[in-house]
């Protein structure tokens, strides 16, 4: 269920671990016969066993301070005697409610909660957001592969369906659950909440959260996380930043990937980083292969610094 | 398609504040949208058209607030309308700004009996 829309479609989220299909209960059902044998009467209890496989859907109420203000003020004068009957007056005047509330406020309010549980166990939370195939799960496989030994990883796999990353994951050595989102198109600070609940992520490590693969929508869902990091890739335009600025606005690191292939196409580093720029020019850039590791050192460093702080 | 996720939080929302004033109907629903807040206002009134269905928004007049953007240059202060994100100031042509107005998703006001 997404918590943002508060939808409760049967489009389902799930959240799975790597191996882990479905989620199995085993129900016992009693059912008693009566027969009658020779004028006697016998009681038999059959004990059956159904195993199902269920996939649950959660809808969870969380506490949310709606902001309303009220604004009904009713004055009486206590001096005056009224002689109206008042519950003759049961005519249904419109009211007017002065609601004054953030439309995203209950996803950044739950992504606030997030952020203080990460920051009271020193959990750096990232949150990598990008489109489809600019290497982000090559980008952790890599990281974890390479710092794995010093940096306890945990990770989060957004997709809409399979397993695929994060049994990727799974294989390069860091615990994971993998959120599907079904037909939705972001993460939300909901699916984060449940997620983290199934990772069990220990004090002093880094989570990071692979954002479903959508340069829009994802930019306006807060999950909590301590960095914003977008990534792009050298095959993509490097006019990128300003066709989807709110992503580039809303984030704090750009990883620039794929400069393996700088010689065979036409992406211009430098126009790229000035587009970016002009969005946001609080972006910090890392240019790097994750193929061949060039450049991966510097990101690595920087990882290292946030976790020492 | 966030706008549809909008679009529902924009119904709780307003669902939530007309039963907390004991209300059956909505019969008005102010919403401020700013044009730099991320949301495509086609996409999100098409969203609402499907979302409001067996609400208590479903016969609800919607007026909707589109918030210009507005920016402040971060060299010589100036303020400008703008309508992306990156435009230079027009005064000093810095091209870096913030903007201080035009990210608003919000839920203004309801009407309700």
Redesign the interface.
């Known amino acids: 269920m ?1 918590d ?4 409760g479609h049967g489009d389902g989220v799930t959240i799975r671990k790597p191996g882990e299909t479905e989620h199995n209960h085993d129900h016992v059902h009693t059912h008693s016969h009566e027969h009658e044998h020779n004028g006697e009467k016998h009681n038999h209890d059959h004990t059956h066993l159904h195993t199902h496989g269920h996939e649950h859907d959660h809808s969870h109420q969380h506490s949310v301070q ?1 902001h ?1 203000h ?1 604004h009904d003020h009713h004055h009486h004068s206590e001096e005056h005697v009224h002689d109206h009957h008042h519950a003759d007056h049961h005519h ?1 005047h ?14 950044n309010l739950l992504a606030e909660r997030n952020r203080g549980y990460f920051e009271a166990k020193n959990i750096l939370a990232l949150n990598l957001v990008s489109s489809p195939g600019s290497g982000k799960t090559s980008l952790l496989e890599r990281t974890i592969k390479d710092l794995g030994k010093k940096i306890k990883f945990y990770v989060i796999e957004g997709d809409q369906q399979t397993m695929n990353d994060a049994n990727r994951i799974d294989q390069a050595g860091a615990p994971v659950v993998q959120i599907n989102t079904g037909n ?3 993460l ?1 600070s909901d699916m984060i909440n449940k997620a983290v609940k199934e990772l069990n992520i220990p004090d002093n490590s880094v989570l990071v959260i692979e954002n479903v693969g959508n340069l ?2 994802p ?3 807060d999950l909590g996380e301590a960095a914003r990091v977008v990534i792009i890739s050298t095959t993509e335009g490097d006019d990128k930043p ?1 066709k989807y ?2 992503m580039f ?1 809303s984030s704090d690191i750009c990883i620039i990937n794929k400069t393996d292939l700088l010689p065979y196409v036409d992406f211009d580093m430098k126009k790229c980083k000035e ?1 970016a ?3 946001n ?1 609080h972006l910090k850039f890392f240019e790097l292969s994750v193929k061949t590791g060039e450049g991966m050192d510097k990101w690595y460093e920087w990882l290292k610094e946030q976790i020492s702080e | ?2 706008e ?7 119904i ?3 669902e ?3 039963k ?2 004991n ?1 059956s109907i909505i ?2 629903i102010e ?1 401020d949208i700013g044009s ?4 495509v206002m086609e996409a999100l009134e098409f969203a609402i058209e499907s979302a409001k269905q067996g609400t208590m928004l479903e016969n609800a007049n919607w007026k909707i607030n589109k918030i210009t953007a507005l920016a402040r240059c ?1 060299s010589c202060r100036h303020e400008f309308e703008t309508e ?3 435009s ?1 100031c027009p005064k000093c042509s810095n ?2 700004s913030e903007i201080y107005q035009g990210k608003e ?9």
């Open positions: 997404c943002t829309c508060g939808c709606s309303t009220n249904n419109g009211k007017e409610i002065e609601v004054e509330q953030d439309i995203l406020g209950k996803n939705g198109c972001h939300d829009v929508c930019s306006l869902f300003i600025p709110t606005q587009y720029m002009q969005v020019h | 398609m966030h549809l996720s909008i679009a529902m939080n924009i709780e929302i307003a939530e504040n007309a907390n004033a209300a019969s008005e919403l730099q807040a991320g949301v971060n992306d994100l990156f230079p091209p870096f998703l919000r839920v203004k006001s309801l009407k309700v009996e």
